[in-house]
């Protein structure tokens, strides 16, 4: 079994990560290296930032490591929220705040497009090995819809479906989402590697 280990604290996120993956990858994150300390990103992409945390973290851990910077970038917003998706409304601002703040600056905007967007780095021993991009397209709503997921999941209807992120079960989001294109070809590249 391969060991990864991801350059988040996010469980959300490492849930999902490990859904994806199965049970032929042994999935930890973060909570379990406290010494890591607060990564910066302050690249201007998500690849930039992707790479910052898979770099700093394989230079303090043995083996993979795997980092994931995502967003959703709204077309008519010239791509905003962007890289600063988690922290739209300010460093301190809560999800809530983030959406509630989305919604304000679509108000009156008839082109709804967006697409989340999910950039992967796999690094080892402070080296880029590897980077796979992944998104999945659709429109934003006025309100939000759905308990599932988390993040601006309640507010993003995917291209081809009726229902937001939050709405679809996890099979499905984990099937067609940004990082569910993402992680299909880092496991391609990961088979390739034994």
């Known amino acids: 079994m391969t060991n990864l280990l991801l350059a988040t604290s996010n469980a959300h996120k490492t849930e999902e990560i490990q859904k994806i993956l199965g049970d032929t990858v042994q999935v930890s994150d973060l909570r379990s290296l406290p ?36 967003g959703l970038a709204v077309a008519s917003l010239d791509g905003a929220p ?5 922290r739209y409304a300010g460093p301190e601002a809560s999800m809530e705040e983030n959406k509630a703040l989305l919604l304000t600056n679509l108000a009156g905007v008839t082109d709804r497009q967006a697409a989340f967007v999910c950039v992967l780095s796999v690094a080892r021993a402070g080296e880029v090995v590897a980077t796979f991009r992944g998104e999945c397209a659709g429109s934003i709503i006025d309100s939000e819809l759905g308990s599932g997921g988390f ?37 391609t590249w990961l088979s390739s590697q034994s």
Not at 47 to 60: D, P, R
Not at 82 to 86: D, E, H, L, T, V
């Open 35 to 70: 010494e890591v300390g607060e990564i910066v990103e302050d690249a201007e992409t998500f690849e930039g930032n992707a790479n910052i945390k898979s770099t700093t973290v394989s230079q303090l851990s043995e083996g993979l490591v795997l980092s994931d910077d995502s």
């Open 82 to 86: 962007g890289i600063y998706s988690a």
């Open 151 to 187: 993040g601006y999941d309640p507010l993003f209807i995917p291209e081809g479906y009726e229902k937001t992120f939050a709405e679809l079960p996890a099979e499905v989001k984990n099937e067609i989402s940004h990082r569910a294109v993402a992680m299909k070809k880092f496991q």
